[in-house]
């Protein structure tokens, strides 16, 4: 092969056409890669049949140099797991209802093209990506990503009863409705599970979660300890009881969690107050959980259906995100 006809670099962009501005996206990234150099880039469009994963892979086969994702929290989890292990750096594009991965990597949410120009002039982190395998009533088994986190039970059914039409109009906020409607209905299951050790545990939930990042919407701190780059995977066993319990648990998690632990002041009341029996959190690397009949299961806002089992795992540096120079990393 000559020096011409040697390929040039080129950036692939994996997008969902549904939920993005496709005609400046594509724009955009058209000028960023002639200005830097490179060939012009390739697009791949996400499908019903395909919410990204086959498509990612399309494009890693095609050479691409870099891949970005543009659709919402479904499309970039999708493609991160086409993209885990593979080293090629990759771009979320903040386009979605949640944008949960995103302001876990404290991107800017409003700007689509100055993470289009960090792929050029920016730098790389790897982070952790969760892997969860799924065991079906009829003993099959799939296993598929998540960037964020991995839920079951009353976390699942919010996310199935959240309406598509009020995501498009009022955004994340939909999901409060969603609650709303599981929450009548909403019973505790038993689970037995293991982290780690091996040790069984068995109790009654209403949820578990199984998260690689803990920042939600409105700077709600689900999980506070959870880190993106230390290879561990925060768990949350959620068990309120009557009506006193889910005031307990809103208060952990928004007030405590997020305002809090924010101060010193805050995490001295915190250590006099003790443990709030209505949410604990656990920490690991696998965590096997079994269920006594189908649980509803969900990863990083997309419903997966109902499982008996679930095995999640964190993959330490799974992939290697691209951040704008000079990007904080200190508080992944």
Known sequence: ????????????????????????????????????GWAPPRF???????PGQLITRT??????????????DGTVRAAAEAMAGTGIPFAVIPSGTGNLF?????????????MMDAVFTGMTHPVDIGWAKLTREDDT????????????????????????????????VAYIDGAARSLPGAKP????????DGRLHSTKVHSMLFANCGALPAGIALMPDASLDDGRMDI??????GPLGWLGLWRKVWWDNSVLTRSRAGRRVLERRGRNASIRYL?????????????????????????VRMTCRIEQGGLRIVLPSGHDVSRF
């Not at 995103?102 to 100055?114: C, D, F, G, V």
């Not at 269920?291 to 997309?302: N, R």
Request: glycine share 6%; aromatic share 4%.
């Open 236 to 241: 949350a066993v959620i068990q309120p009881t």
């Open 59 to 72: 494009a890693l086969d095609d050479g691409a140099s870099a891949v970005l994702a543009a659709g919402g």
């Open 141 to 172: 088994e799939t296993e598929h990503a998540f960037v964020v986190l991995a839920g079951m039970g009353l976390d699942a059914d919010m996310i199935a009863n959240t309406k598509t039409e009020l995501k498009k109009s009022v955004g994340w």
């Open 1 to 36: 092969m000559t020096a011409s006809e040697t390929p040039r670099t080129h950036a692939a962009l994996v997008l969902n056409p549904v939920k993005v501005d496709a005609h400046r996206l594509r724009t955009a990234l058209l000028t960023l890669s002639e200005d830097h």
């Open 283 to 307: 920490h690991g690397h696998v965590a096997e959980t079994a269920m006594v009949a189908p649980t509803s299961i969900e990863l990083d806002g997309d419903a997966f259906g109902a499982a």
């Open 102 to 114: 995103a302001r876990n990597l404290s991107l800017p949410l409003a700007r689509p093209e100055t």
């Open 189 to 196: 299951f038993r689970v037995v599970y293991q982290i780690d």
């Open 44 to 50: 791949y469009e996400t499908r019903v049949d395909d």
